[in-house]
C-alpha cells in the first residue's frame, strides 16, 4: 500500500537526460569519504522486505527474485530515462561526504547511469555516474561530496538506451554518508496548547500544558491588548500515555466575552491566539466541503470558483498523457469489457478512485444534509444551491447533493453491466497500473487505468449509498432518484447472490488495497439504508438479524467507524431519520449510538488532550485524525438525539484536539491556525517539491499520528515516538500526512455541527409547530398551528421547511405558499402579518404526492429554528 513508494518516471527521466553532468564536473574537489559510522539512507537495500519503497517506470516492472531486485527492461529504449528502478526520500547534508555501492547484472552487457539527485525541479544532479554491467556480479561504488542540503533526494538507476531486451538486476544498495541525525525533535513550539482556532463563547474551553512540574501552576486568560481577562490554576493530570509528556490542564469555561487573540499564560509560556465567539466554523463547514469540487475527476476546476492557485485541467478524460477514465479496461484477466467510468473524486494524495472508501465519503456528505432534514438546529442554508464553490450553482438543488451527486455517478458507473458474469456487482476499485511519483498533476499522469476485480464489500457500499441517494433526490430529481434506487436494489441482490468475494489485499501496485475480510457490516449499512427509503419488511428482517445489531462494540468499535466497519453508518440513519422500525426498536438502536458515545465521551473526559479517541490497543492507526472525527460525528449525532451537554462537549474537545490542543501543537487542518499542516501528501498541492503548486486547499485534514509509520520519512525522523506523536508535516510522509476523502468527510460533518451550535448557548425556540396531514388517494390535506414563542413581535414572517418527498402544495388558506422542488415557503396574509410574542397563526394547504407524504419535522420562522427539542 505505498502511495508514496511511487515512480517519479517520466519527469525525473526526462530532467535527468537534460541536466546530467559528469561526475568531475559535479564534485570538482576531491570527495570527501564518508566516516566509517556514517548512517545507512538506503531503506530494505537488500530486499528482504519486498520491494518497499522501491520504484520503478512502467515499462520496467520491478520484482524480487532469489533475493535480489530484478526488472525486465523490454528492447528498444531510446534514452537512460526510459527505464529506471529508484528509491526517493533521501536526506543529504552540504559538504558531506557519501558512497553509493551496489551489486548489479545484466542478461546483456550495457552501460547504466546512476544519479542522486533532487525528485523535482530543478533536478540537480549530486551524483551521476556510468558504470558497464555485464553477467558478473561485480560490486561498484561511488563517492561524492554533497553540494546542497536536501530533504528528500532520489536516487535513480537508468537503464535504457539498449536496442536489445534484457534482465537488470541489483542487490546490496547501499548510500552511507553524512552524520547520524540526531534523534528526531519535534518543534511543538508553546508548551500551553489550545484550539488555535477558538472556543464557542457558551462551550467548553479547556488547554493542556507540558511541563514537569507536579504542583499546580497560576494560568492567566488576557486580551488582545495584553490586558488579564481571568485567571486560574491548572490540574496536573500526570503522564500522558498518548504523548508520554508529563502535563497538566486548565480550565476557562466561566470566560464568556468574545473577542479575537485571547492568549493563556502559565509560567512563562504564552499560547498561540485564539478567538472566543459565536461564529468560529462557518468557514471550515464551506472550506470542508469545497475539498470535494477540488479533488473531482474528469472535470476543469475553475479559477472563478477557487482561484488561479488551484485551477487545473480536467483530469483523466482522455487528452493525452492520459488514457482517460470514459473507457476502462479490466486488469488482464479480469472481464472482456470497458466502463465508462468517467467522475467521482480522487481518493487521496493519489489518482486511485476506490468505491471502498467513495461510499462511507460520500454518505457522510449527504447524512450532513440529511440532518437538515431531522434536527431542527441544523442550517440548510450553508448547503444550499449557490453556496459553495461548484459549478452547478442555479440548479435549485442543494450544492451539497450536487457534490455528492459527483460521486454517485460514478460509483453507479463501477456496476457490472447486465449480461456480464457477476451482473450487479460493483468493481473494487479503478486506479493506475504503476505508482505516479510526486508531483503529478491530474491530468498529466501517463499511466494506464485499470478496473480491478468486483467484491461484495463495493457492491453493498454501491447499495447503500444509492439507497440513501434515491430517498434524498426523490424531490429533486426523481429520474436520479429512480436510477439510484434501481442500482441499490440491484446491487444488494447481487450481494446476496455473491457474499464473499473478497478484495485481494496484496493488489496493492499503483493503488490502495482497501481489503475487507468481514462484510457483515457492509451488509448491515446496506440493509438499513435500503430499510429506510423503502420500508420493505425483507430488508428490516436483514437489519433485525444481523449478527452486529445492538451490538455496540460490533457497530461502533472503540477505535471508530471507518471504510472497513461501516455498519455504524446504518445505525446512525436508523436512528435519525424518519424509518418504520417499532417504537421499541428505534429505541433499541438510538440505545446503540448513545451507549457507543458514552464511550467515547469518556475517553474524551479521561484524556489530557481532550480527545475522543482512545483505542483499545493504545495505538493511534493510518488516519487517525479521521477516527477522531468520526467519533465526533457519533458524538454529535448522539447530542441531536438527546440535547445532553456532555455529548457536545466532547465534539468541540475533539475539535479543540484536531486544531491544535495536542501534543504537537499542530493544527492538523490546513489554513485554521497558527501553526497548520500544510504540506500534506498530494500529487497536485505539492509546493513542498515544486514552489509553482500550491499547497493543500484551506480546509484539508491531515491524516495525523500513526504509529505503524509505514513511509521511508516517518521511520527515518519518527522511530520510538509516541502515539500521539507519530505525525511530520512532510509530503513524502504518505503514512501520517495525506489528505483523503475519506478524513474530510466527516471533518465537514462535524464543521456543520459546530457551527449550527453558534455561540453554544441554550437557544429559546422561536416557535412552535403543530403539523397535521391527512392523506387521500394522491394528496393531502395539511393544517398547520404556528406559535412565536419568542419575546419579540414578528411583522411580517415567514415559515420555511423542506419535504422529505414529493409533496407539492396546490392550494392554501391563510398563507400564501410559494415552492420551489421541496423547499417551501409560507407567508402570512395581510390580515396575520404580525405574529405578537405568544401569538399564534393557523393555515393550511392541500397538496398532491406521487409518492410518499412524510410529515417534516423542521420548521424555522424567520430563519430562526423553531423548537430545539431533541429529535422525536
Ligand atoms: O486510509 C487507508 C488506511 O486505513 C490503510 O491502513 C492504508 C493502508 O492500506 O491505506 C489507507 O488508504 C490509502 C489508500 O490505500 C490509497 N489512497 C490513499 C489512502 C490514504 O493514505
Known amino acids: 500500500m505505498t502511495t508514496g513508494a511511487a515512480a517519479l518516471a517520466v519527469l525525473a527521466g526526462l530532467l535527468a537526460g537534460t541536466v546530467v553532468t559528469s561526475p568531475a564536473a559535479a564534485s570538482p ?20 522486505e519486498g520491494t518497499t519503497p522501491w520504484w520503478w517506470t512502467e515499462s520496467s516492472p520491478g520484482a524480487v527474485v532469489d533475493g535480489r531486485l530484478c526488472a525486465d527492461v523490454p528492447a528498444g529504449t531510446v534514452n537512460p530515462w526510459d527505464a529506471i528502478i529508484g528509491q526517493n526520500a533521501l536526506a543529504l547534508a ?46 561498484v561504488s561511488h563517492t561524492f561530496t554533497a553540494a546542497a542540503d536536501h530533504d528528500a533526494a532520489q536516487l535513480v538507476f537508468q537503464l535504457g538506451g539498449s536496442e536489445k531486451a534484457f534482465t537488470f538486476c541489483v542487490d546490496e544498495v547501499s548510500l552511507r554518508g553524512g552524520t547520524a541525525p540526531p534523534p528526531y525533535e519535534p518543534d511543538t513550539g508553546s508548551p500551553v496548547r489550545v484550539n488555535q482556532v477558538g472556543y464557542l463563547t457558551h462551550g467548553p474551553k479547556n488547554g493542556t500544558y507540558v511541563t514537569e512540574a507536579t504542583e499546580p501552576l497560576p494560568w492567566t486568560l488576557d486580551a488582545a491588548d495584553g490586558t488579564r481577562r481571568a485567571s486560574g490554576t491548572t490540574t496536573p493530570a500526570g503522564i500522558d500515555t498518548t504523548s508520554r509528556q508529563n502535563v497538566h490542564t486548565f480550565d476557562f469555561g466561566t ?76 486488469q488482464p484477466g479480469v472481464c472482456d469489457y470497458r466502463l465508462d467510468a468517467a467522475g467521482g ?30 434536527e431542527e438546529s441544523a442550517d440548510p442554508a450553508p448547503l444550499g444551491d449557490g453556496e459553495l464553490p461548484l459549478p452547478e450553482h442555479g440548479n435549485a438543488i442543494p450544492d451539497i447533493l450536487d457534490e455528492a451527486r459527483w460521486e454517485m455517478d460514478f460509483l453507479m458507473r463501477m456496476q457490472v453491466p447486465a449480461g456480464e458474469p457477476l451482473a450487479g456487482m460493483a468493481h473494487h476499485k479503478l486506479h493506475d497500473k504503476a505508482w505516479t511519483g510526486l508531483p503529478t498533476r491530474p491530468d498529466r499522469d501517463p499511466q494506464p487505468r485499470e478496473l480491478h476485480p468486483p467484491s461484495t464489500a463495493a457492491t453493498l457500499n454501491l447499495a447503500a449509498t444509492a439507497a440513501q441517494c434515491a430517498r434524498l433526490f426523490a424531490p429533486y430529481d426523481a429520474a436520479f432518484a429512480s436510477r439510484c ?11 446476496k447472490a455473491h457474499p464473499d468475494v473478497l478484495a485481494d489485499p496484496d493488489d496493492g501496485t499503483g493503488g490502495g488495497a482497501y481489503p475487507d475480510t468481514d462484510v457483515r457490516d457492509e451488509f448491515y449499512w446496506a440493509a438499513a439504508e435500503l430499510f429506510i427509503t423503502t420500508g420493505q419488511d425483507v430488508y428490516r428482517q436483514e437489519v433485525l438479524g444481523s449478527p452486529l ?37 428505534l429505541k433499541a438502536v438510538r440505545g446503540t449510538v448513545t451507549r457507543a458515545a458514552d464511550g467515547y465521551a469518556a475517553d474524551s473526559g479521561k484524556a489530557a488532550y481532550g480527545v475522543p479517541y482512545a483505542p483499545s490497543d493504545g495505538h493511534y492507526v493510518w488516519g487517525s485524525n479521521g477516527q477522531v472525527a468520526n467519533n465526533m460525528v457519533v458524538l454529535g449525532t448522539a447530542h441531536d438525539l438527546t440535547g445532553k451537554a456532555a455529548y457536545r462537549d466532547a465534539v468541540l474537545r475533539g475539535l479543540d484536539y484536531l486544531l491544535g490542543r495536542n501534543p504537537l501543537n499542530t493544527s492538523y487542518v490546513t489554513g485554521y491556525g497558527e501553526r497548520d499542516a500544510r504540506n500534506q501528501h498530494h500529487r ?16 484539508s485534514l491531515a491524516g495525523g499520528p500513526n504509529d505503524a509509520i509505514q513511509d521511508p520519512v516517518a521511520q527515518s525522523r519518527l522511530k520510538g515516538c509516541a502515539p500521539a506523536m507519530c505525525y511530520i508535516d512532510h509530503i513524502e510522509s504518505w503514512a501520517t500526512n495525506e489528505v483523503t476523502i475519506n478524513w474530510n468527510a466527516p471533518l465537514a460533518w462535524i464543521a456543520g455541527y459546530a457551527d449550527d451550535l453558534g455561540g453554544g448557548e441554550n437557544r429559546a425556540a422561536a416557535c412552535e409547530v403543530a403539523y397535521t396531514s391527512q392523506r387521500w388517494d394522491g394528496g393531502f390535506t395539511t393544517q398547520v398551528v404556528l406559535k412565536n414563542t419568542a419575546t ?36 402570512p396574509l395581510s390580515w396575520n402579518a404580525s405574529l405578537p410574542p405568544g401569538g399564534t397563526a393557523r393555515f393550511g394547504f392541500n397538496g398532491k404526492s406521487a409518492g410518499q407524504v412524510n410529515d417534516p419535522r423542521v420548521f424555522r420562522l424567520n430563519g430562526r429554528p423553531c423548537g430545539v427539542t431533541p429529535i422525536r
Open 29 to 48: 574537489a576531491p570527495a570527501v569519504e564518508p566516516a566509517d559510522e556514517a548512517p545507512e539512507l538506503i531503506a530494505n537495500g537488500d530486499f528482504s
Open 94 to 139: 552540504a559538504g558531506e561526504g557519501y558512497t553509493l555501492s551496489y551489486t548489479a547484472t545484466s542478461t546483456v552487457p550495457l552501460t547504466i547511469r546512476t544519479n542522486v539527485q533532487l525528485g523535482a525541479e530543478p533536478w540537480t544532479t549530486e551524483l551521476s555516474a556510468t558504470q558497464q554491467v555485464g553477467e558478473g556480479a561485480e560490486r
Open 255 to 330: 470566560f464568556t466575552t468574545p473577542g479575537q487573540g485571547y492568549t493563556v499564560t502559565v509560567a512563562e509560556d504564552r499560547s498561540e491566539p485564539f478567538a472566543i465567539g459565536d461564529d468560529l466554523y462557518a468557514s471550515l463547514r464551506t472550506d470542508a466541503l469545497a475539498y470535494f469540487y477540488h479533488n473531482r475527476s474528469g472535470i476543469e476546476i475553475d479559477a472563478d470558483l477557487v482561484g488561479e492557485e488551484y485551477a487545473r485541467p480536467a483530469g483523466h478524460v482522455n487528452v493525452s498523457p492520459n488514457q482517460g477514465d470514459n473507457d476502462v479496461p479490466c
Open 345 to 374: 473524486w480522487y481518493d487521496a494524495g493519489d489518482h486511485g478512485k476506490y468505491v471502498v472508501n467513495g461510499g462511507i465519503s460520500v454518505a457522510q456528505l449527504m447524512s450532513a444534509f440529511e440532518r437538515t432534514l431531522t
Open 485 to 495: 434506487g434501481q442500482a441499490a436494489r440491484t446491487a444488494w441482490n447481487a450481494a
Open 549 to 585: 445489531h445492538g451490538v455496540t462494540d460490533a457497530v461502533f468499535p472503540r477505535g471508530g467507524i471507518s471504510w472497513g466497519s461501516t455498519a455504524g453508518l446504518g445505525a446512525l440513519d436508523l436512528a435519525t431519520v424518519p424509518n418504520r422500525l417499532s417504537a421499541d426498536q
Open 684 to 699: 497536485f498541492w505539492a509546493h513542498q517539491l515544486d514552489p509553482s503548486l500550491p499547497n493543500p486547499a484551506p480546509g
Open 792 to 827: 419579540r413581535a414578528l411583522s411580517p414572517w415567514q415559515l420555511t421547511w423542506s419535504f422529505a418527498d414529493t409533496q407539492r402544495v396546490t392550494d392554501t388558506w391563510g398563507v400564501t405558499v410559494s415552492q420551489t422542488g421541496p423547499q417551501v415557503v409560507a407567508t
